[in-house]
């Protein structure tokens, strides 16, 4: 098994994607020498398991500084571990980017864990009862409407087994009889057959035809029009109740004050999908609960004579019905128009996997999505500013420099001038390697295109910008948000009832390492071990500070990576190997039978 980490730099903008890159000292050979090296010295089993947890990380977060074991009742300090006395004097900690482009082992951390997050709200588990089993739940999928004619691959029939890898003969992109010209005099008729993965998939027939002002707006609000939705679903259920003779329920409020609500309530889980020609859309899943009156918290079924068919009815019904207009924006005075397209598609979801869409399967598939960002579309950067939007925006460009050129355009300061920054384009680097030259800010030296300590300096500036600045333009967020084409929301959210959190997932997974090698015969990377304390009465406690990004050597690297990708290929072997064993135990019997 082979290291994931791609050991040559790019020229890449965007932070956290870059490729390894040595820091002093620089070896004079290559990395597989570096690695030799750092694999021949006497602590290399004691280094290995102290970059254990970050191993599989393209490029970690170096911490240093000192930890403190504290006895809770006293405050007296058992035990001081200064980083000093580690290997490479720092603590490694994953990054934790949940973007498979950006780092493919945290990116992976974060799938499963959004995998078991979106499937205990379907089966139980993890503090979820598991009666919500029995509870009618809807796998839906809302898109955007059409912004213009755009290449597509057809299939109106498909007799392939795996969709993934779909080769059906495809359809006439768009076949028309008439051979017309758009206004823009360019043909309005495609008859190619688009294969999967095609370049121009996505990518509209005529740029100038092509409503981009209307699609960074519709991304920038169309998590207030799946908010409403949900209002409007669970409106259209609270009628349905109350035709049907279901009384209102009677709950105390955490201010002690007593009010009904409806008997029935959504509990929700959806991920965001760019597609290929930059529009959202969401893939959700709606589990429909109850109300207990003792316990509003709770987690109970609805009333009886509730199925998935009501569910799916009020779903459709809100998608249908709800729509709204922005407000005016000196651009459009009547603002644009927001509503949902014309495929929406509802599906019932089976926990007993006797349906076509099972629990896992939809908890599968929105954990997939839950790793992509703007890969689709082709364009992968930070945050925006006005020093370096005019490397990707361009008002006569490709259809995403279109887009982010809308998002800089609409979402500018009232009273501003239209026009982009003057600040002309330079030509971007081509990809591959370069030489190392000196940044005339700072004075660094570095193969990248971008200068990484540049580039970190001025996104902590940008990171510690409220999320929401208080301005009364509502457009003013589609700068803040024009590397994502203007979507500004997170792209895995649920309803507060509808399963746990990543939270404890992180930290069950934290308790479960930490007593899963206390008998590991190398030594430990710190040193002697201390004295077992218990760990109900002493507290850890951390004065560690930032250090760096990335590993030391390329070498290093190289090694941490080959070694968790063969963790990772034993854990896959042994899990197939379970499934197997558990597969053969359980269709015994009923062959038996």
């Known amino acids: 098994m082979a290291s994931t980490l791609d050991l040559t730099p790019r020229a890449s903008l965007a932070r956290g994607v870059g490729s390894n890159a040595d820091v002093p000292p620089v070896y004079g050979w290559t990395a597989a020498g570096a690695a030799f ?5 006497p602590d290399y089993y004691g280094w290995l398991e102290h970059v254990r947890a970050a191993a599989g990380c393209t490029r970690p977060i170096r911490l240093s500084g000192q930890i403190l074991t504290v006895e809770q009742a006293t405050g007296r300090v058992l035990d001081v571990r200064h980083t000093d006395a580690m290997p490479d004097a720092a603590i490694y900690t994953a990054c934790g980017n949940r973007r498979a482009t950006v780092c493919p082992a945290c990116a992976q951390t974060y799938q499963r864990d959004a995998f078991q997050l979106l499937r205990a709200g379907l089966v139980g588990g993890k503090g979820i009862p598991e009666s919500v089993a029995s509870h009618p739940a809807v796998f839906a999928t809302f898109t955007a409407p059409s912004f213009g004619t755009v290449h597509a691959r057809k299939v109106k029939r498909h007799t392939c087994r795996n969709r993934r890898r779909c080769d059906c003969r495809a359809e006439p992109c768009h076949a028309r009889r008439d051979s017309g010209l758009c206004p823009h005099g360019r043909p309005a008729v495609c008859w190619a057959r688009h294969e999967t993965g095609d370049s121009v998939l996505g990518h509209p027939l005529c740029l100038d035809c092509y409503d981009h002002d209307h699609q960074v707006v519709w991304n920038i609000f169309s998590g207030e029009l799946w908010h409403r939705t949900k209002q409007a679903a669970e409106r259209w259920l609270a009628k349905l109740a109350q035709r049907r003779g279901i009384p209102r329920v009677e709950v105390v409020t955490a201010s002690g ?9 959504l509990s929700p889980g959806k991920v965001a999908e760019l597609q290929a020609r930059g529009a959202v859309h969401f893939h959700a899943i709606a589990r429909l609960d109850g109300v207990d009156p003792t316990d509003p918290q709770a987690v109970v079924p609805p009333p009886a004579g509730f199925t998935v068919d009501d569910l799916i009815d009020a779903l459709r019904h809100a998608a249908r019905h709800i729509a709204f207009h922005t407000p005016p924006h000196p651009d459009r005075p009547d603002g644009w128009p927001i509503a949902w397209g014309e495929q929406v598609d509802l599906e019932p979801i089976a926990t007993d996997g006797s349906g076509e869409v099972t629990d896992g399967m939809v908890a599968g598939y929105l954990a997939k999505y839950a790793t992509k960002s703007t890969e689709a579309t082709g364009h992968t950067s930070t945050r925006l500013t006005a020093d370096t939007i005019g490397d990707y925006a361009d008002p006569d460009g490709d259809h995403t420099a279109r887009l982010i050129d809308a998002c800089w355009r609409i979402g500018r300061p009232a009273g501003t001038a239209r026009p982009l920054s003057d600040r002309p384009r330079e030509p971007r680097p081509q990809p591959g390697f370069v030489q190392r030259w000196e940044c005339p800010d700072c004075g660094t030296h570095t193969r990248y295109a971008a200068c990484p300590t540049c580039v970190a300096h001025r996104q902590a500036a940008l990171d510690t910008q409220p999320t929401k600045p208080a301005t009364a333009n509502p457009y003013a967020r589609l700068r803040r948000w024009a590397h994502m084409l203007g979507y500004g929301g997170h792209f895995l959210t ?15 997974r934290v308790a479960f390492r930490r007593h899963e090698h206390q008998d590991h015969e190398h030594p430990a990377a710190s040193g002697p071990p201390v004295d077992h304390v218990d760990e109900d009465t002493t507290l850890i406690v951390g004065t560690l500070t930032f ?4 590993w030391h050597t390329s070498g290093d690297a190289l090694l941490a990576n080959t070694a968790a990708a063969m963790a990772r290929e034993r854990r896959t072997t042994g899990r197939e190997e379970l499934a197997h064993e558990l597969g053969t135990t359980l269709d015994g019997p009923r062959l038996a039978a």
């Open 37 to 41: 090296e750092r694999a021949t010295r």
């Open 257 to 265: 004050k007593t009010r009904k609500v409806a008997p029935v309530r």
């Open 494 to 508: 649920k309803a507060r009832r509808y399963s746990v959190t990543f939270r404890l997932l992180r930290d069950t």
């Open 547 to 550: 250090a760096g990004v990335g």
